[in-house]
């Protein structure tokens, strides 16, 4: 199967006009085990997070985030699971609630790896069905020092189930006026939860450019968020693979669908040759 995946891979490096020798492997996870996702790659987000989404994040519970038969299954269930920050009264969204009625898993490279610039690529396929929000994102690494959305955000793929037929590509940053930004594409794919798909970018210090297996669907130039080294987007960046429920965007699920799986065949990290 990973023999399989890798001739695919480079055929769709080639198809997209590219060398495969202008491309150098940095980092990855083919999930080629069993168990645990590899915690010398991953670590994880934990709780009620963001959004006001309905999922709690729970923290290496193989019910939620596993590998198996060569993928990463990012697992979203309908359960009642304790809120241990809950606290009675709270208005505040993630202390309010004493129980969540889902559960899910965010992976993320945080303090264990990062990249500036380069092709970013993750081969997946989507959960499908009303309230489902899967994501391939980046943060910058500089987040916890300067805040959102001054770190910048690279959405590399975004799937709400309210619209089936389209994926999304983003980026969030601050502009040089002190508001918030974003720019953003997406393109119509007649039901991309029935196989797996290539989600990627390619990085810059020019431009982010975003894929769809081979179909270049948009592209943004850096300077949009501001010039010189100050730009979010020309500092390191960190990885994000989420399953989030509900939401701000995902909105009311449907209780039917789940559980439900995210399943990500690999993820690989290039970096442009000299």
Known sequence: MKL?????LLGGVLSLGLSAGE??????????????????????????????????YTDN???????EDGCLVLEARRETFPNPKYQEGDANW???????????ASLVTLNKASWQYGRIEVRAKLP??????????MLGTNRSQVGWPRCGEIDIMEFVGKQPDYVHGTVHYMGEDGKRRMSGGKLKVAAPGEDFHVYAIEWSAERI?????????????????GQGEDNAFRKPFYLLLNFAVGG??????????????????????YRRQE
Do not use: H, M
């Open 4 to 8: 399989a995946a890798t001739f695919a």
């Open 23 to 56: 491309w150098e492997l940095v980092w990855g996870d083919e999930f080629d085990y069993q168990g645990q996702p590899d915690p010398a790659k991953w670590g994880y987000e934990v709780g009620f997070v963001r959004n006001q989404e309905l999922q709690y």
């Open 61 to 67: 519970r193989r019910e939620n985030a596993r590998v």
């Open 94 to 104: 993630q202390r309010g609630r004493a129980n969540a009625e889902y559960t899910a």
């Open 128 to 137: 499908e069905g009303r309230g489902v929000w899967p994501a391939i994102w």
């Open 209 to 225: 450019d975003f894929f769809f297996d081979d179909n270049k669907y948009f592209s943004v130039a850096l300077d949009a968020a």
């Open 248 to 269: 701000s965007w995902g909105g009311e699920p449907d209780p039917g669908v789940f559980p439900s799986k995210y399943l990500i065949d690999y993820v690989r990290v």
